[in-house]
């Protein structure tokens, strides 16, 4: 809500350059133009429910059940043509002066296939869907706290709440933004996995995505999949969906790391 506020009295100053007033506009929604539908339509905020031109899931699109025009929305919705994998992230624990140094908020932004890389992402049809924290799988500590393995409701790491989850649509291209600098989190490895998946996707062979991250300084990578080394692919045309797991290329002029992630 807060976040919306600001981005929305930003965009009411026309987006000015020099508007000092956008407290917690995340800098991300700040900086990149095709982000900015998001702040001021609704239908491009959260998850995205209808198909994109240009992506696997072109004709897909999701409808309300079990509800009528005189009921309110009850949430409830059924998808056709595309279906959903949730992504699992772990980011170390970094603790500067006795408080553990954040992350977050994390967007998601939705790119077409052909624009994975570049900060075009899906055009004029980019979502944005911002995750903000989590509470812990029994609800019952306080603070709520999250971890590695937080379906053993035991975590590893004692630690306050991060986004470490997001529903993104199966076969789909996505942007993680963080809005802290992710690459101060280098005392263990950053870790992404698709889990809570079904026995078989209903619309793919497999359950895949293709994900970017874009570095604020410049880094030097070592990837890993299954605790294999992966060596970087040659050039990004290499990194797709058909590709192997772990298929990975680091442009050193953008920063932008993409890499193949399947269930």
């Not at 900015?36 to 429910?49: P, Y």
């Not at 059940?65 to 929305?73: G, Y």
């Not at 604020?216 to 797709?240: E, T």
Request: hydrophobic content about 35%.
């Amino acid at each position: 809500a807060e976040v919306l506020r600001d981005c929305t009295s930003w965009a009411d100053s026309g987006y000015a350059d020099d508007y000092d007033g956008s407290g917690t506009c995340l800098w991300w929604l700040r900086t990149y133009d095709n982000v900015q539908n998001a702040i001021t339509d609704s239908s491009f905020r959260g998850l995205v429910e209808n198909g994109v031109t240009g992506t696997q899931y072109s004709s897909g699109f999701c409808e309300e059940v079990f509800t009528s025009d005189s009921q309110i929305s009850n949430n409830v919705q059924l998808c056709s043509g595309m279906e959903y994998v949730v992504l699992k992230s772990f980011i170390p624990e970094k603790v500067v002066s006795g408080s553990e140094v954040l992350y977050g908020p994390v967007g998601y932004i939705n790119i077409k296939d052909a624009f994975y890389g570049s900060s075009i992402f899906a055009g004029d049809d980019t979502s944005v869907d911002i995750y903000m924290d989590y509470t812990d799988p029994r609800g019952d500590q306080m603070p709520p706290q999250t971890g590695k393995e937080t379906e053993k409701f035991t975590p590893v790491l004692s630690r306050y709440t991060q986004p470490y989850l997001a529903t993104l649509v199966n076969h789909g291209y996505y942007r993680i933004q963080y809005t802290g600098d992710i690459t101060l989190f280098n005392a263990d490895f950053l870790e992404y996995q698709l889990v809570g998946l079904t026995d078989k996707p209903r619309i793919h062979d497999d359950f895949a995505v293709i994900v970017d991250i874009k570095f604020i300084k410049a880094v030097n990578l070592a990837f890993y999949y299954d605790g294999r080394q992966v060596a970087q692919s040659p050039r990004r045309d290499k990194v797709s969906l058909d590709a192997d797991p772990g298929t990975n290329y680091h442009d050193p002029v953008s920063k932008v790391l993409s890499f193949v992630v399947k269930g």
